[in-house]
């Protein structure tokens, strides 16, 4: 079974300052691993995936994330925060194309001050 | 392409009763899943219907339930409501073969 681990149920930063969210997973085969951003009364939004290929991903709003299956990590990062960043924001895994049982995290609340 | 809708946005009940949620997935995807968020235990898996059919279950009683129409569309089924099933309930449609699922805006129950 997979599961994920997000580092630190909040984090805050400076309007401008780098952004890093710590994400690890555990998965018996190669993973796909997304993150997913939700702000607030709204539901979750595709910020970027990674499937195969290339392991630094780039994503919508600036955001990047790399794999590193040694360490396996898929930590998202920015580098300026923005005040319209401030969001609950989750990774994901899932075993493989066409399965549909995403298992997330419990979410990293980003917040971001002036 | 419209976006995976929910209905509707908001529902308050009380315990005891039942309710129906509904998702229109985006055009073409045959794949709805649903699930469930709540501060406590975050985003659980319910289940995944895919051409009409329960493809996959999470971990939840036998009170949540599920079924998908012909048109791909999908309703799921909680009943008997127990003060912990107030939540954010979700659902996400996949295109076939596809890896990304993408998120309706939810539907908010509160069980009082």
């Known amino acids: 079974a997979q599961s994920v681990t997000q580092l630190g149920s909040h984090v805050s930063v400076s309007e401008g300052a780098l952004v890093l969210l710590r994400c690890n997973y555990s998965?018996?085969?190669?993973?796909?691993l997304f993150w997913y951003v939700q702000y607030p009364n709204q539901g979750l939004q595709l910020l970027l995936k990674?499937?195969?290929?290339?392991?630094l991903v780039k994503g919508i709003n600036g955001f990047e994330a790399e794999f590193k299956k040694s360490e396996t990590s898929f930590h998202l990062t920015k580098p300026s925060a923005h005040m319209s960043d401030a969001a609950e924001y989750f990774c994901?895994?899932?075993?493989?194309?066409?399965?549909?049982?995403?298992?997330f995290g419990k979410g990293t609340m980003l917040l971001v001050s002036p | 392409k419209a976006g995976v809708t929910q209905t509707p946005r908001y529902l308050i009940k009380t315990r005891g009763q039942q309710v129906t949620l509904s998702c229109s997935p985006i055009?073409?995807?045959?794949?709805v899943s649903w699930y469930q968020q709540t501060p406590g235990q975050g985003l659980q898996f319910l289940f995944e219907?895919?051409?009409?059919?329960?493809?996959n279950k999470g971990n939840f009683p036998g009170r949540f339930s599920g079924r998908q129409f012909s048109n791909s569309r999908s309703e799921m089924n909680v009943s008997t409501l127990e003060l912990g099933d107030s939540a954010l309930y979700l659902c996400?449609?996949?295109?076939?073969?596809?890896?990304?699922?993408?998120f309706g805006p939810g539907t908010r129950l509160l069980v009082l």
């Open positions: 996400a449609s996949k295109a076939d073969g596809g890896e990304t699922q993408y």
């Open positions: 219907y895919f051409s009409e059919t329960q493809r």
């Open positions: 998965s018996s085969v190669p993973p796909y």
């Open positions: 055009s073409g995807h045959r794949s």
């Open positions: 994901a895994v899932t075993l493989y194309s066409g399965y549909s049982t995403l298992t």
């Open positions: 990674y499937t195969t290929g290339a392991t």
